[in-house]
């Protein structure tokens, strides 16, 4: 019989994320060796914004997204959002809520970075950006990696 068992920690959502240009990160299995660390954006979420999910499709595909909230709209933000738009293809790195490093995307299938300038209804609301990445149909979902900054 095959069996899940529960796992004693188990902590839910996306704590960090990188965006790393294909050409930037090198992956051997759940190695992942950066090559180049000029071009890679750290985006940093807002607490409770950041999630993965992997869907599977037809054929062995997965749907694959990561979606996350960050703050600010200053001219900082602007200028490096605005370059994740002209770039658009990445590879994600990901820590997860339980210390985990996770890999989404691949040299062939990169996820693609969309995103969306908020400013919200009240003086309450945040100034923020929804971004995403997103994968259509990969045949590989996330991994989990070695941490890649070492």
Known sequence: MKQITKQAENMGGILRIWAIPPGDISVSGNIATIINSANIVNLCPTEGSGSLTEESIAGGAYKIGV???????????????????????????????????RLAGTDTVPLRFSSKRLTGSSAASLCHFAVSFVAKASKQQSIFINCPFA
């Open 67 to 101: 979606e996350a909230t960050v703050t600010g709209d200053g001219a900082d933000s602007m200028a490096i959002i605005g370059e994740l738009n002209r770039k658009v293809k990445f590879l994600v790195v990901l820590l997860d809520g339980n210390g985990r490093y």
